[in-house]
């Protein structure tokens, strides 16, 4: 496709239906925001130019997606319908020409696929909705056709006919528009309607006299779900949830039951590695070929286990590297730390890596064997093939030397006759 291409995506609403403070468009979704994973399926198709038009919140949305490159952010003012918002993005789109696609951010689960074949569907017509078939259309808009099945326009469910909400042919909330019909469009909105807002909506049934409009719509209705309340952010989340777990079952990876499994969004793991139940691994993880993970255990962000690691039951590890084969089965804390290859860590082991201030790190070197129970305090290094008792505690800066068997509180080296 030659022409250029625009995204336009709202998330200026105040997100009233779901009750809590936080912005609606920052709720967290498998470990990214609901913004942020519109704006990665919107980064997908590589567009020319992104306007984000926030309103409610804005400074704190606007501060979540920062780190974002080729964003336009613009402030709708006090929002007036979506209508209103596309209006004032095309103000920062004067002069473009191509393709504006518009998208709503609270919609997550949409697929790049899905907006790729609307815009192809768009062909030479001035626009081009998706629709969906929805299993309960409540509060959707629905999708008016004439008798030869032409989509003649979309009407708001609070301003449908009792006719009319029998269709069950809903309007999905992603449009895919010829930039100079758009803006001719935005021009006839009214605000006569039941919410007394200017509605994007409006703009089909001004289009279909004259450049036409074309309709795709999705094969998987999952796609199309809006999150308006905490309900919906939880059917949501389950679909993300389903879709990551297959996509890693595709790779390989042995998840005994993931019913009960929780990976979130931006996971790597290796091929022949057994995830097992109860266990949470969080986004940013890095997780080897041949490793075994839980059951319940808490991977979180900055974890990498290497080749062959083992994580067992009630186990959280945080920043860490986990080195090749090495083990913590049981009841432990292991944050802030660079463990080596062939390390046992026992039972109950903990990096005490926080002093109230600041962070520490622990290294740990090949081999070495952590008996149960011990406290590494960190910073503390032990170093390679050494072992501590069990119950030790090796204080802070009181490193281990290779090979040597330190126990005690506070450890110190055990004396050859003490072995
Ligand atoms: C909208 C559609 C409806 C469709 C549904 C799909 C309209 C008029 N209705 O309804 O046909 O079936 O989505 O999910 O478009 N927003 C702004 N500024 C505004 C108003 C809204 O930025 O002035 C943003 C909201 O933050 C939200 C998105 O636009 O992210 C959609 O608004 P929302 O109020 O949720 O629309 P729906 O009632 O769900
Ligand atoms: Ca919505």
């Excluded at 962070?359 to 008996?371: N, R, S, Y």
Aim: charged share 25%; hydrophobic share 40%.
């Amino acid at each position: 496709m030659s022409r250029p291409l625009a995204v336009v995506v709202l998330a200026a609403g105040l997100g009233k239906r779901t009750k809590v403070s936080l912005p609606k468009v920052l709720l967290p979704l498998c470990g990214r925001t609901l913004i942020d994973t519109v704006l990665d399926v919107v980064a997908e198709l590589h567009p020319e130019r992104t306007v984000v038009v926030l309103h409610h919140h804005k400074e704190r949305v606007a501060k979540a997606i920062a780190g974002r490159s080729g964003l336009q952010i613009v402030d709708q003012g006090e929002p007036r319908g979506t209508g209103h918002a596309v209006q004032v993005a095309m103000e920062s789109l004067i002069g473009f020409e191509g393709d504006v696609m518009v998208v709503y951010g609270d919609c997550p689960l949409i697929t790049a696929p899905t907006l790729r074949a609307l815009r192809d569907a768009r062909g030479e017509a001035g626009a081009s909705v998706l629709t969906a078939f929805a299993d309960d259309p409540t509060g959707l808009g629905r999708i008016l056709r004439d008798v030869n099945g032409n989509i003649v326009g979309i009407r708001e469910e609070r301003d449908c006919s009792p006719e009319e909400l029998e269709i069950d042919e809903v309007n999905a909330g992603f449009y895919c528009f010829a930039s100079r019909h758009l803006a001719g469009a935005l021009l006839g909105l009214s605000d006569d309607n039941a919410q007394g807002e200017l509605y994007l909506t409006d703009t089909i049934a001004q289009l279909v006299e004259g450049p036409g409009v074309t309709t795709h719509t999705v094969v998987d209705d999952d796609e199309i779900l809006g999150v308006n309340s905490l309900r919906e952010l939880a059917l949501a989340r389950d679909v993300m949830q389903e879709r990551i777990l297959l996509e890693h079952l595709g790779n390989g990876v042995i998840i005994e039951d993931p019913s009960t499994t929780y990976i979130e969004h931006g996971v790597v793991i290796g091929r022949d590695t057994r995830i097992l139940p109860c266990t949470v691994i969080r986004t940013g993880c890095v997780i080897g070929e041949g490793c075994e993970v839980g059951p319940f255990a808490h991977l979180r962000l900055g974890t990498r286990l290497e080749d062959g690691a083992e994580i067992g039951n009630f186990v959280e590890v945080k920043k860490s590297t986990i080195g090749r084969g090495s083990k913590a089965k049981h009841l432990a804390y292991l944050g802030d730390a660079t463990i080596g290859a062939q390390v046992n860590v026992g039972c109950g082991t903990i990096t005490a890596n926080y002093d109230g201030k600041h962070k520490h790190q622990t290294v740990v070197e090949d081999g070495a064997f952590i008996g149960s129970g011990t406290v590494l305090v960190a910073p503390v290094t032990v170093g390679a093939k050494a072992t501590t008792g069990a119950g030790a505690i090796v204080t802070r800066g009181r490193d281990v030397p290779p090979g040597e068997v330190w126990v005690g509180v506070p450890a110190r080296a055990m004396r050859k006759k003490e072995r």
